[in-house]
């Protein structure tokens, strides 16, 4: 199971649903780091320095950090899905094809299908 680090303004029904599956999930709010303006690249040094995957539907930000070279342990970034269980499963499944520790970026999309069960383009 991953250990994953959420920024402040990831779903906690995610975070929920996510350890009901059996991962380790540590909020920024139960870390006492939220609701304090820290930059994102702190926060992402945060996940690394507790060995931790980073959790964030701010995937801009975190995208550009990854390009940027900033050292890590892995970064989900995530679209919005009112379905917290069906994201929690689409990162768990994301993440178990990653190296361990590895420097990586997953986007996590919720699907989007049109009536008649087409895919709409993101």
Not at 20 to 42: C, F, K, P, S
């Amino acid at each position: 199971m991953a250990s994953f680090y959420s920024d402040e303004n990831f779903r906690y029904p995610v975070v929920e649903q996510l350890r009901r599956l059996g991962h380790d999930v540590l909020t920024a709010q139960e870390a006492g780091r939220a609701g304090q303006g820290i930059d994102d690249d702190i926060v992402l040094d945060d996940a690394r320095v507790m060995s931790r995957i980073l959790l964030t539907q701010n995937r801009e930000n975190f995208k550009k950090l990854h390009r940027k070279g900033l050292p890590h342990r892995g970064i989900v970034v995530c679209t919005y899905d009112p379905d917290a269980e069906a994201l929690s499963r689409r990162i768990a499944e994301a993440v178990s094809r990653e190296e361990p520790g590895g420097r990586w970026l997953v986007s996590v999309v919720r699907p989007n299908t049109e009536p008649g069960g087409s895919k709409k383009r993101q």
